[in-house]
């Protein structure tokens, strides 16, 4: 049964930076709140669709990967912020690639979308199905956030990375996997507004609603993570000695630092972007892993751990065996087009368009009956 091997790597991040200053501009918070109580600094704001740097990121690992795009057998979109549901994002990214050849399916698992993609690939890869894939993690969080909720505002911003995976003889690639789901507590993040559940209802609902219990999901997410970690390791015969780098899901640094305590990791071990890019949901990993390889943190043959958890809440960590090559065969020169406006100007603008939303819905019916129409999911 052949390996799959990580061969390809690449981010797409929307140059637009939103920083702590830019939210106190319009949230009650802080610079200082928010880098104390999560580390971050600051976030991008994209100006394209999720679409748009899924399509560039992949150029990117491909080219890394030096795969021809019309080789590619799997194209895995992982996401909760899809542009649309039907048709599914990844035949999008099919299209723009040109890889005709390529099965092409979205996978949501929230944050764990990636890792649940490169384990679904992995599977797919060792028995057979295909020869290679490519992986993505993308968020376009800006435009469905509510910017005014300092709880959840400052937590958030857009991007995307992508890996190739392809078969190998030698050992290497995911050598353990391990995914759960703490489902007793989905509803302590939830966002009401988007699926089946909400649309061709009899008034139009224009905004989405965010039901979030920050310390139930940080509690819930350093046992589920530091759990998978135990797991997967296990499972391949490593222990946290063996762990040359920690590539882990970025929502808050104090929950990356209490998993790596649990696990018993020092931090220089960790891989961290949660100050320059905060949590990128799914994407954050593929990014982190990309930032690792370009900063030389990742070696020939590196053991690599990668722990997240996200709504639902899913759980998973991955233990990853890198090959020879830290460095890319060759570079895609494409670039994301430059924005127009300012990361600040975007949230504003986003900001003002909910505005008129919320107008225009609680003209049509009572805030009571407004709150009931966006809570019609029984689950
Ligand atoms: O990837 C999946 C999604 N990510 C997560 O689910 C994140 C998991 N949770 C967390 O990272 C943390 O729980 C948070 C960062 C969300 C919150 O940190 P915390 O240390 O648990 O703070 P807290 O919720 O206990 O809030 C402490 C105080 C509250 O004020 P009072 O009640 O003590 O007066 C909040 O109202 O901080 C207040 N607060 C803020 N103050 C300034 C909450 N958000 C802010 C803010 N700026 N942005």
Not at 42 to 61: D, F, K, N
Not at 242 to 269: F, S
Request: proline share 4%; aromatic share 6%.
């Amino acid at each position: 049964m052949p390996y799959a091997a990580i061969t390809g790597w690449g981010a797409a991040m929307p140059p637009a930076i939103l920083s702590n200053a830019d939210l106190s501009t319009f949230l009650d918070t802080s610079d200082e709140w928010i880098a104390t109580r999560t580390g971050m600094r600051e976030r991008r704001i994209s100006h394209v669709s999720g679409t748009e740097l899924a399509i560039l990121a992949s150029r990117r690992a491909l080219a890394c990967a030096g795969l021809d795009p019309a080789d590619v057998e799997l194209i895995v979109f992982g996401s909760c912020s899809n542009d649309e549901q039907v048709p599914n994002t990844a035949s999008g990214v099919q299209f723009a690639l040109g890889a005709k050849r390529a099965g092409a399916m979205d996978v949501n698992t929230a944050c764990t979308s990636f890792l649940y993609g490169l384990s679904t690939a992995n599977a797919m890869i060792r028995t057979g199905v295909v020869r290679n894939a490519v992986v993505i993690g993308v968020e376009i969080i800006a435009q469905y956030i509510d910017w005014d909720n300092r709880n959840v505002a400052v937590l958030f911003g857009d991007g995307c990375g992508a890996v190739v995976v392809q078969a190998s003889d030698r050992e290497e690639g995911v050598l353990a996997d391990q995914l759960g789901c703490i489902a007793d507590a989905r509803q302590t993040l939830r966002i009401r507004g988007m699926g089946a559940a909400y649309v061709n209802q009899d008034v139009t609902i224009g905004n989405t609603l965010i039901d979030f219990d920050g310390q139930e999901v940080f509690k819930r997410a350093v046992h589920g993570m530091a759990q998978a970690s135990a797991a997967a390791m296990a499972k391949c015969g490593v222990t946290v000695e063996d762990i040359d780098l920690v590539v882990p899901h970025q929502a808050n640094l104090r929950i990356i630092e209490a998993v790596a305590a649990r696990a018993g990791i020092p931090m220089e071990k960790v891989m961290l972007t949660v100050e320059r890019y905060a949590n990128m949901s799914s994407a954050t990993v593929p990014v982190a892993l990309a930032a690792a390889l370009d900063e030389g943190r990742v070696k020939p043959g590196s053991l690599i751990l990668m722990p997240a958890f996200g709504a639902g809440l899913t759980y998973c960590a991955h233990v990853v065996r890198w090959g020879e090559r830290v460095t890319p065969i060759s570079v895609c020169p494409d670039e994301l087009p430059p924005p127009q406006k300012t990361a600040l100007e975007m949230v504003n603008a986003i900001r003002a368009r909910k505005t008129a939303n919320a107008a225009r819905s609680e003209a049509a019916l009572s805030q009571a009956q407004f709150a009931d129409a966006v809570k019609t999911s029984p689950h």
